[in-house]
């Protein structure tokens, strides 16, 4: 049996749990490898000061049965307008069997062109964006359109990647990672999304995604530099 390869693009900034939830999972599917790409070799900085170490760059990354773009804010914006990470990312996608994303990594597969007439969800806070990209917003927690998949924001990685296991291997290798890993989430507050948050959590938070919103526009109306 031939190995699954799965790559993750990592980049400056970027949200580090969109990155490491998923992979935790997928690295327990069975025949799996795990590719952590970036522009070089060099530990990338993560948005929480954990850096992480690349496994392979840009010009020696394997062929991709899974590509995983994470998200991020400041590291987002940057890397849509990174023609090299744009352009990889888009070389990869043609011969891998999914393209996916997690949180606002959806807005770098959407600068890569592979957004354009598709379903796709994103962190609830971004979400009106989507269209900016060519995507039409979905509101759930994993959404599939053909062989795109996106996930919401940050701790959605997990339920993404589970929901890749089910998909790829059958849906008992994937309950078995899920008891493995002891995933049996019980938040202490039912405050993970604004359509349960109270006023005083959202007024704490709305004025800082604003902020990052404009910073979004911004990156996407310069994409056609890219």
């Known amino acids: 049996m031939s190995v699954f390869n799965v790559g993750f693009v990592i980049?400056?900034?970027?949200?580090q749990l969109d990155?490491?939830?998923?992979?935790?999972?997928?690295?327990?599917?069975?025949q799996s490898v795990m590719h952590i790409i970036a522009k070089s070799a060099s530990p990338v900085p993560s948005d929480s000061g954990l850096s992480l170490v690349p496994t392979?760059?840009?010009?020696?990354?394997?062929?991709?049965?899974?590509?995983?773009?994470?998200?991020g804010s400041t590291g987002v914006v940057r890397a849509m307008g990174d023609r090299e990470t744009i352009e990889f990312i888009r070389r990869k996608s043609t011969s891998a069997?999914?393209?996916?994303?997690?949180?606002?990594?959806?807005f770098i597969l959407?600068?890569?062109g592979l957004l354009k007439g598709r379903r796709a969800t994103?962190?609830?806070?971004?979400?009106?964006l989507l269209p900016l990209v060519g995507a039409t917003y979905e509101k759930a927690r994993i959404v599939k359109d053909g062989n795109v998949i996106t996930a919401g924001g940050v701790t959605s990685g997990i339920d993404f990647g589970l929901n890749m296991v089910a998909d790829i291997a059958g849906e008992t290798a994937a309950q078995a990672i899920q008891l493995g890993l002891e995933y049996d989430p019980d938040p202490p507050f039912d405050a993970?999304?604004?359509d349960c948050a109270p006023n005083s959590a959202k007024d704490t938070v709305f004025p800082r995604y604003e902020r990052a919103r404009s910073a979004f526009r911004d990156g996407i109306a310069r994409l056609s530099t890219v």
């Open 122 to 128: 994103t962190h609830w806070a971004f979400t009106e």
């Open 97 to 106: 069997k999914y393209v996916t994303s997690v949180c606002t990594g959806a």
């Open 110 to 112: 959407g600068a890569a």
């Open 19 to 30: 990155f490491t939830g998923p992979q935790q999972v997928l690295a327990r599917l069975p």
């Open 56 to 71: 392979h760059t840009f010009e020696n990354c394997p062929r991709l049965d899974l590509i995983c773009v994470p998200g």
């Open 192 to 194: 993970g999304h604004p």
């Open 11 to 15: 980049f400056p900034e970027l949200t």
